[in-house]
Protein backbone atom coordinates (compact mmCIF):
# COMPACT_ATOMS: atom_id res chain seq x y z
CA UNK A 1 0.00 0.00 0.00
CA UNK A 2 1.12 3.15 -1.15
CA UNK A 3 1.11 6.74 1.35
CA UNK A 4 -0.96 9.19 -0.12
CA UNK A 5 -2.16 12.59 0.59
CA UNK A 6 -5.60 11.20 0.80
CA UNK A 7 -4.81 8.50 3.56
CA UNK A 8 -3.43 11.34 5.40
CA UNK A 9 -6.19 12.91 5.46
CA UNK A 10 -8.54 10.61 6.51
CA UNK A 11 -6.00 10.00 9.33
CA UNK A 12 -5.69 13.67 10.04
CA UNK A 13 -9.64 13.39 10.21
CA UNK A 14 -10.10 10.76 12.44
CA UNK A 15 -7.45 11.45 15.04
CA UNK A 16 -9.46 15.05 15.42
CA UNK A 17 -12.07 13.11 16.29
CA UNK A 18 -10.78 10.73 18.78
CA UNK A 19 -8.88 13.31 20.49
CA UNK A 20 -12.18 15.35 21.39
CA UNK A 21 -14.25 12.33 22.12
CA UNK A 22 -15.66 10.96 24.88
CA UNK A 23 -16.44 7.62 23.35
CA UNK A 24 -13.96 4.62 23.38
CA UNK A 25 -11.44 4.56 20.15
CA UNK A 26 -12.55 1.31 18.78
CA UNK A 27 -16.10 2.48 18.35
CA UNK A 28 -14.98 5.50 17.12
CA UNK A 29 -12.62 4.16 14.11
CA UNK A 30 -15.05 1.71 13.44
CA UNK A 31 -18.09 4.28 12.80
CA UNK A 32 -15.43 6.37 10.61
CA UNK A 33 -14.67 3.06 8.27
CA UNK A 34 -18.51 2.71 8.46
CA UNK A 35 -18.90 6.06 6.37
CA UNK A 36 -15.95 5.67 4.41
CA UNK A 37 -16.35 2.19 2.39
CA UNK A 38 -14.53 3.39 -0.08
CA UNK A 39 -11.29 2.38 2.26
CA UNK A 40 -10.22 -0.58 1.32
CA UNK A 41 -8.56 -3.42 3.60
CA UNK A 42 -4.98 -2.04 3.63
CA UNK A 43 -6.21 1.28 3.61
CA UNK A 44 -8.09 1.13 6.92
CA UNK A 45 -5.35 -0.98 8.11
CA UNK A 46 -2.97 1.97 7.40
CA UNK A 47 -5.13 4.13 8.87
CA UNK A 48 -6.00 2.76 11.92
CA UNK A 49 -2.09 1.88 12.75
CA UNK A 50 -1.41 5.25 12.92
CA UNK A 51 -3.94 7.05 14.86
CA UNK A 52 -3.43 4.31 17.26
CA UNK A 53 0.05 4.72 17.46
CA UNK A 54 -0.46 7.94 18.22
CA UNK A 55 -2.60 7.18 20.78
CA UNK A 56 -0.35 5.03 22.09
CA UNK A 57 2.58 7.25 22.45
CA UNK A 58 1.02 10.68 22.57
CA UNK A 59 2.58 12.32 25.17
CA UNK A 60 6.50 11.78 23.49
CA UNK A 61 5.04 12.72 20.41
CA UNK A 62 3.17 16.25 21.93
CA UNK A 63 6.90 16.99 23.68
CA UNK A 64 8.26 16.69 19.89
CA UNK A 65 5.86 18.96 18.67
CA UNK A 66 6.76 22.12 20.66
CA UNK A 67 4.68 24.80 21.09
CA UNK A 68 2.04 23.53 18.38
CA UNK A 69 0.27 20.24 19.83
CA UNK A 70 -2.20 19.22 16.36
CA UNK A 71 -3.46 16.14 14.81
CA UNK A 72 -0.67 16.50 11.80
CA UNK A 73 1.82 17.48 13.63
CA UNK A 74 1.23 14.28 15.92
CA UNK A 75 0.80 12.17 12.91
CA UNK A 76 3.68 13.45 11.03
CA UNK A 77 5.32 13.17 14.48
CA UNK A 78 4.31 9.08 14.48
CA UNK A 79 5.31 8.59 10.99
CA UNK A 80 8.81 10.05 10.61
CA UNK A 81 10.24 9.51 14.66
CA UNK A 82 7.70 5.62 14.77
CA UNK A 83 7.84 4.26 11.33
CA UNK A 84 10.50 5.83 10.10
CA UNK A 85 9.44 7.86 7.21
CA UNK A 86 11.94 10.28 5.99
CA UNK A 87 11.07 13.29 4.94
CA UNK A 88 11.67 13.08 1.22
CA UNK A 89 8.94 9.72 1.95
CA UNK A 90 6.50 12.60 3.02
CA UNK A 91 7.22 15.36 0.84
CA UNK A 92 3.45 14.99 -0.63
CA UNK A 93 2.17 16.16 2.39
CA UNK A 94 4.74 18.58 4.11
CA UNK A 95 4.46 22.11 3.23
CA UNK A 96 8.25 24.08 3.89
CA UNK A 97 7.78 24.75 7.56
CA UNK A 98 6.86 21.77 8.50
CA UNK A 99 9.76 20.13 6.79
CA UNK A 100 11.85 22.45 9.27
CA UNK A 101 10.03 21.67 12.25
CA UNK A 102 10.41 18.01 11.50
CA UNK A 103 13.84 18.03 11.39
CA UNK A 104 13.65 19.37 15.04
CA UNK A 105 11.00 17.12 16.17
CA UNK A 106 13.66 14.24 14.95
CA UNK A 107 16.35 15.78 17.08
CA UNK A 108 14.55 15.52 20.43
CA UNK A 109 16.36 13.82 22.83
CA UNK A 110 13.98 11.23 23.69
CA UNK A 111 16.05 10.32 26.98
CA UNK A 112 15.99 13.64 28.27
CA UNK A 113 11.94 14.06 29.13
CA UNK A 114 10.29 13.38 32.50
CA UNK A 115 10.09 9.54 33.19
CA UNK A 116 6.41 9.85 32.31
CA UNK A 117 6.69 11.32 29.76
CA UNK A 118 8.98 9.22 27.67
CA UNK A 119 6.57 5.82 28.86
CA UNK A 120 3.68 7.42 27.53
CA UNK A 121 2.03 7.39 30.81
CA UNK A 122 0.15 9.91 32.69
CA UNK A 123 1.37 11.24 35.67
CA UNK A 124 -0.95 9.77 38.12
CA UNK A 125 -1.12 6.61 36.70
CA UNK A 126 3.30 6.17 36.58
CA UNK A 127 3.36 6.94 39.85
CA UNK A 128 0.40 4.02 41.18
CA UNK A 129 2.87 1.43 39.15
CA UNK A 130 5.76 2.61 41.33
CA UNK A 131 4.47 1.64 44.10
CA UNK A 132 4.04 -1.91 42.50
CA UNK A 133 7.11 -2.12 40.13
CA UNK A 134 10.80 -1.54 39.81
CA UNK A 135 11.72 1.19 37.93
CA UNK A 136 13.42 -1.26 35.17
CA UNK A 137 9.77 -2.96 35.08
CA UNK A 138 7.80 -0.26 34.77
CA UNK A 139 10.24 0.54 31.88
CA UNK A 140 9.64 -3.07 30.44
CA UNK A 141 6.27 -3.15 30.68
CA UNK A 142 5.42 0.16 29.55
CA UNK A 143 7.29 -0.94 25.96
CA UNK A 144 5.14 -3.72 26.09
CA UNK A 145 1.76 -1.83 26.45
CA UNK A 146 3.37 -0.10 23.92
CA UNK A 147 3.13 -2.16 20.98
CA UNK A 148 -0.09 -3.97 18.92
CA UNK A 149 -1.33 -6.40 20.59
CA UNK A 150 -1.22 -9.60 18.27
CA UNK A 151 -3.94 -11.33 16.56
CA UNK A 152 -5.16 -14.22 18.91
CA UNK A 153 -7.64 -16.94 17.98
CA UNK A 154 -9.23 -19.93 20.33
CA UNK A 155 -10.23 -23.38 18.53
CA UNK A 156 -14.11 -24.19 19.62
CA UNK A 157 -13.00 -27.54 20.44
CA UNK A 158 -16.76 -28.61 20.12
CA UNK A 159 -15.83 -27.90 16.08
CA UNK A 160 -12.08 -28.38 15.47
CA UNK A 161 -8.65 -29.60 17.14
CA UNK A 162 -6.18 -26.95 17.53
CA UNK A 163 -3.20 -28.94 15.41
CA UNK A 164 -6.01 -29.56 12.35
CA UNK A 165 -7.22 -25.38 12.64
CA UNK A 166 -3.26 -24.74 12.32
CA UNK A 167 -3.03 -26.91 9.66
CA UNK A 168 -5.64 -25.21 7.96
CA UNK A 169 -4.76 -21.61 8.42
CA UNK A 170 -0.93 -22.57 7.13
CA UNK A 171 -2.49 -23.93 4.19
CA UNK A 172 -4.33 -20.86 3.17
CA UNK A 173 -1.29 -18.88 3.18
CA UNK A 174 -1.86 -17.64 6.71
CA UNK A 175 1.19 -17.17 9.06
CA UNK A 176 0.31 -19.11 12.50
CA UNK A 177 1.46 -20.89 15.60
CA UNK A 178 0.31 -22.96 18.36
CA UNK A 179 0.19 -20.41 21.71
CA UNK A 180 2.54 -20.86 24.39
CA UNK A 181 0.40 -21.63 27.33
CA UNK A 182 -3.15 -21.91 26.30
CA UNK A 183 -4.12 -25.23 24.40
CA UNK A 184 -7.02 -24.00 22.31
CA UNK A 185 -4.92 -20.62 21.15
CA UNK A 186 -3.40 -20.02 18.02
CA UNK A 187 -1.60 -16.45 17.53
CA UNK A 188 -1.23 -15.41 13.88
CA UNK A 189 1.03 -12.64 12.27
CA UNK A 190 -0.59 -9.81 11.05
CA UNK A 191 -4.25 -8.80 11.13
CA UNK A 192 -5.88 -10.46 8.48
CA UNK A 193 -9.40 -9.90 7.29
CA UNK A 194 -11.43 -13.01 9.25
CA UNK A 195 -15.12 -11.93 9.11
CA UNK A 196 -16.02 -14.15 6.28
CA UNK A 197 -12.79 -16.98 6.63
CA UNK A 198 -14.55 -20.13 6.44
CA UNK A 199 -13.50 -21.25 9.65
CA UNK A 200 -14.35 -17.74 11.54
CA UNK A 201 -18.09 -18.40 10.10
CA UNK A 202 -18.79 -21.94 10.71
CA UNK A 203 -17.44 -21.50 14.45
CA UNK A 204 -14.57 -23.21 14.73
CA UNK A 205 -12.59 -20.16 15.56
CA UNK A 206 -13.13 -17.20 17.64
CA UNK A 207 -10.94 -13.99 18.24
CA UNK A 208 -9.59 -13.95 22.17
CA UNK A 209 -6.37 -13.06 23.85
CA UNK A 210 -4.19 -15.68 25.12
CA UNK A 211 -4.74 -14.37 28.41
CA UNK A 212 -8.78 -14.35 28.16
CA UNK A 213 -9.03 -18.03 27.75
CA UNK A 214 -6.57 -18.44 30.62
CA UNK A 215 -9.57 -17.13 32.85
CA UNK A 216 -11.73 -20.47 31.39
CA UNK A 217 -9.25 -22.81 32.70
CA UNK A 218 -8.93 -21.23 35.85
CA UNK A 219 -12.72 -21.54 35.98
CA UNK A 220 -12.34 -25.01 35.03
CA UNK A 221 -15.93 -26.08 34.23
CA UNK A 222 -17.18 -29.84 34.10
CA UNK A 223 -19.56 -31.31 31.96
CA UNK A 224 -23.12 -31.23 33.76
CA UNK A 225 -22.43 -28.85 36.35
CA UNK A 226 -24.78 -25.20 36.90
CA UNK A 227 -21.87 -22.33 36.16
CA UNK A 228 -21.97 -18.69 35.71
CA UNK A 229 -20.38 -15.95 33.73
CA UNK A 230 -21.53 -13.41 36.35
CA UNK A 231 -20.48 -10.16 33.87
CA UNK A 232 -21.07 -12.23 30.44
CA UNK A 233 -20.61 -9.03 28.37
CA UNK A 234 -20.23 -10.27 24.30
CA UNK A 235 -19.30 -13.39 25.64
CA UNK A 236 -16.10 -14.60 24.73
CA UNK A 237 -15.66 -16.09 27.98
CA UNK A 238 -18.91 -17.72 28.09
CA UNK A 239 -18.08 -19.15 24.72
CA UNK A 240 -14.63 -20.97 26.06
CA UNK A 241 -16.86 -21.98 29.02
CA UNK A 242 -19.37 -23.69 27.16
CA UNK A 243 -16.44 -25.83 24.89
CA UNK A 244 -15.03 -26.65 28.65
CA UNK A 245 -18.05 -28.13 29.79
CA UNK A 246 -18.88 -29.99 26.43
CA UNK A 247 -22.16 -27.94 25.89
CA UNK A 248 -23.54 -30.49 28.66
CA UNK A 249 -24.93 -29.01 32.02
CA UNK A 250 -26.24 -25.44 32.81
CA UNK A 251 -24.38 -21.86 31.46
CA UNK A 252 -25.80 -18.51 32.40
CA UNK A 253 -24.61 -15.77 31.27
CA UNK A 254 -25.43 -12.65 33.28
CA UNK A 255 -25.33 -8.76 31.96
CA UNK A 256 -27.01 -5.67 32.43
CA UNK A 257 -26.82 -4.26 28.82
CA UNK A 258 -29.19 -6.01 26.79
CA UNK A 259 -26.96 -4.53 23.74
CA UNK A 260 -23.43 -6.26 24.65
CA UNK A 261 -25.58 -9.63 25.79
CA UNK A 262 -27.14 -9.08 21.90
CA UNK A 263 -23.77 -9.51 20.43
CA UNK A 264 -23.58 -13.30 22.47
CA UNK A 265 -26.46 -14.44 19.65
CA UNK A 266 -25.01 -14.73 16.63
CA UNK A 267 -21.82 -15.92 18.26
CA UNK A 268 -23.31 -18.20 20.14
CA UNK A 269 -25.38 -19.70 16.91
CA UNK A 270 -21.98 -20.43 15.03
CA UNK A 271 -20.73 -22.35 18.46
CA UNK A 272 -23.47 -25.41 18.51
CA UNK A 273 -23.24 -24.30 22.02
CA UNK A 274 -27.22 -25.75 23.55
CA UNK A 275 -26.07 -24.90 27.36
CA UNK A 276 -25.66 -21.28 27.44
CA UNK A 277 -28.76 -19.15 29.26
CA UNK A 278 -28.04 -15.79 28.40
CA UNK A 279 -30.47 -13.65 31.20
CA UNK A 280 -30.33 -9.77 31.49
CA UNK A 281 -29.76 -8.87 35.05
CA UNK A 282 -31.03 -4.94 36.24
CA UNK A 283 -28.28 -5.09 38.91
CA UNK A 284 -26.52 -7.75 41.25
CA UNK A 285 -29.15 -7.66 43.06
CA UNK A 286 -31.53 -8.90 40.35
CA UNK A 287 -34.01 -11.74 41.69
CA UNK A 288 -32.74 -13.48 39.19
CA UNK A 289 -29.43 -14.00 41.26
CA UNK A 290 -30.84 -14.28 44.41
CA UNK A 291 -33.22 -17.36 43.74
CA UNK A 292 -30.02 -19.03 42.30
CA UNK A 293 -28.56 -18.39 45.34
CA UNK A 294 -26.23 -21.58 46.58
CA UNK A 295 -27.16 -23.70 44.19
CA UNK A 296 -23.78 -23.06 41.68
CA UNK A 297 -20.71 -25.37 40.76
CA UNK A 298 -18.56 -22.28 39.32
CA UNK A 299 -19.08 -18.48 39.42
CA UNK A 300 -16.78 -16.28 36.85
CA UNK A 301 -16.72 -12.73 37.72
CA UNK A 302 -14.83 -10.89 35.04
CA UNK A 303 -15.62 -7.81 36.71
CA UNK A 304 -15.84 -4.34 34.95
CA UNK A 305 -12.73 -2.69 35.26
CA UNK A 306 -10.38 0.63 33.49
CA UNK A 307 -9.13 -2.02 31.35
CA UNK A 308 -5.59 -0.61 32.10
CA UNK A 309 -4.41 -4.35 30.82
CA UNK A 310 -5.82 -3.73 27.31
CA UNK A 311 -3.76 -0.62 26.43
CA UNK A 312 -2.01 -2.31 23.42
CA UNK A 313 -5.87 -2.47 21.77
CA UNK A 314 -7.35 0.33 23.94
CA UNK A 315 -4.29 3.24 24.63
CA UNK A 316 -6.66 5.28 24.86
CA UNK A 317 -8.13 4.17 28.37
CA UNK A 318 -4.64 5.58 29.78
CA UNK A 319 -5.43 9.53 28.63
CA UNK A 320 -9.50 8.86 29.89
CA UNK A 321 -9.30 6.82 33.28
CA UNK A 322 -8.68 9.30 36.34
CA UNK A 323 -7.62 8.31 39.97
CA UNK A 324 -11.45 9.17 40.79
CA UNK A 325 -13.00 6.53 38.32
CA UNK A 326 -10.32 3.97 39.42
CA UNK A 327 -11.73 4.72 42.81
CA UNK A 328 -15.46 4.41 41.66
CA UNK A 329 -14.50 0.90 39.87
CA UNK A 330 -12.86 -0.55 42.78
CA UNK A 331 -16.58 0.39 44.82
CA UNK A 332 -17.74 -1.36 42.32
CA UNK A 333 -16.16 -3.97 41.78
CA UNK A 334 -16.58 -5.10 45.61
CA UNK A 335 -20.36 -5.06 45.47
CA UNK A 336 -20.37 -7.24 42.33
CA UNK A 337 -18.19 -9.81 43.72
CA UNK A 338 -20.09 -10.05 47.49
CA UNK A 339 -23.21 -10.77 45.24
CA UNK A 340 -21.67 -13.54 43.08
CA UNK A 341 -20.22 -15.05 45.64
CA UNK A 342 -23.67 -15.46 46.67
CA UNK A 343 -24.54 -18.13 43.85
CA UNK A 344 -21.27 -20.21 44.73
CA UNK A 345 -22.67 -23.54 46.90
CA UNK A 346 -20.34 -25.22 49.16
CA UNK A 347 -17.43 -27.15 47.41
CA UNK A 348 -17.89 -24.56 44.61
CA UNK A 349 -15.35 -22.18 43.24
CA UNK A 350 -15.38 -18.67 42.63
CA UNK A 351 -12.92 -16.82 40.19
CA UNK A 352 -12.24 -13.25 40.49
CA UNK A 353 -10.59 -11.19 37.34
CA UNK A 354 -9.75 -7.87 35.99
CA UNK A 355 -7.89 -6.90 32.94
CA UNK A 356 -6.42 -4.11 34.88
CA UNK A 357 -2.61 -3.65 36.23
CA UNK A 358 -4.08 -1.39 39.50
CA UNK A 359 -4.04 -3.15 42.84
CA UNK A 360 -6.88 -1.21 43.79
CA UNK A 361 -9.06 -2.99 41.18
CA UNK A 362 -7.29 -6.69 41.98
CA UNK A 363 -5.59 -7.73 45.38
CA UNK A 364 -7.14 -4.65 47.68
CA UNK A 365 -11.15 -6.31 46.44
CA UNK A 366 -10.02 -9.83 47.30
CA UNK A 367 -8.17 -8.51 50.19
CA UNK A 368 -11.39 -6.74 51.45
CA UNK A 369 -13.98 -9.77 50.56
CA UNK A 370 -12.08 -11.95 51.78
CA UNK A 371 -11.79 -10.48 55.53
CA UNK A 372 -15.70 -10.68 55.25
CA UNK A 373 -16.45 -14.03 53.73
CA UNK A 374 -14.13 -16.47 55.64
CA UNK A 375 -16.25 -19.21 54.20
CA UNK A 376 -14.11 -18.74 50.83
CA UNK A 377 -10.43 -19.79 51.08
CA UNK A 378 -7.84 -19.24 47.88
CA UNK A 379 -6.28 -21.94 45.82
CA UNK A 380 -2.93 -21.14 43.58
CA UNK A 381 -3.74 -20.34 40.41
CA UNK A 382 -0.61 -21.69 39.15
CA UNK A 383 -1.76 -25.24 40.72
CA UNK A 384 -4.74 -25.25 38.84
CA UNK A 385 -3.44 -24.08 35.39
CA UNK A 386 -1.11 -26.74 35.91
CA UNK A 387 -3.32 -30.11 36.85
CA UNK A 388 -4.67 -29.14 33.34
CA UNK A 389 -1.24 -28.86 31.76
CA UNK A 390 -0.88 -25.83 31.28
CA UNK A 391 2.82 -24.60 32.72
CA UNK A 392 3.27 -20.93 33.56
CA UNK A 393 4.93 -18.59 35.99
CA UNK A 394 1.86 -16.55 37.00
CA UNK A 395 2.06 -17.04 40.99
CA UNK A 396 -0.46 -17.87 43.48
CA UNK A 397 -2.88 -14.83 41.82
CA UNK A 398 -2.47 -14.93 38.14
CA UNK A 399 -0.90 -11.72 37.01
CA UNK A 400 -0.14 -12.10 33.27
CA UNK A 401 1.78 -9.22 31.96
CA UNK A 402 2.46 -8.10 28.36
CA UNK A 403 6.17 -7.72 28.72
CA UNK A 404 6.04 -11.62 30.69
CA UNK A 405 3.64 -13.49 28.97
CA UNK A 406 2.52 -12.03 25.50
CA UNK A 407 -0.96 -11.71 26.52
CA UNK A 408 -3.29 -8.45 27.84
CA UNK A 409 -2.33 -7.99 31.78
CA UNK A 410 -4.81 -10.10 33.53
CA UNK A 411 -5.39 -10.61 37.27
CA UNK A 412 -7.37 -13.49 38.86
CA UNK A 413 -8.28 -14.42 42.09
CA UNK A 414 -9.06 -18.72 42.66
CA UNK A 415 -11.21 -18.88 45.93
CA UNK A 416 -13.87 -22.25 47.02
CA UNK A 417 -16.35 -22.25 49.42
CA UNK A 418 -15.69 -24.64 52.13
Not at 244 to 256: E, K
Not at 366 to 373: C, E, K, M, N, T
Request: proline content about 4%; hydrophobic content about 45%; charged content about 25%.
Amino acid sequence: MRFSPALFRHAEVLLSELLRSAFPADLVVSNYFRQHRELGHADRGFVAEIVFAVLRRKRSLSARCADEVTSRRLLLAALACLQGMNRRELAVVLNESESKWLAHAKAVKVDGLPVAVRLDLPDWLYALLTEQFSAEEIERLAAGLNQPAPLDLRVNSLKAGRQDVLARLLADGLTAEACPYSPLGIRLAGKPALSKYRLFVDGSIEVQDEGSQLLGFLLQPRRGEMVADFCAGAGGKTLLLGALMRSQGRLYAFDVAERRLARLKPRLARSGLSNVHPVRIDSERDIKIRRLAGKLDRVLVDAPCSGLGTLRRNPDLKWRQTPGSIAEMSTKQAVILAAAATLVKPGGRLVYATCSLLEAENEEVVRSFLAGHPEFVTCSAQEVLATQGIMIDCGERLRLLPHRHGTDAFYAAVMERK
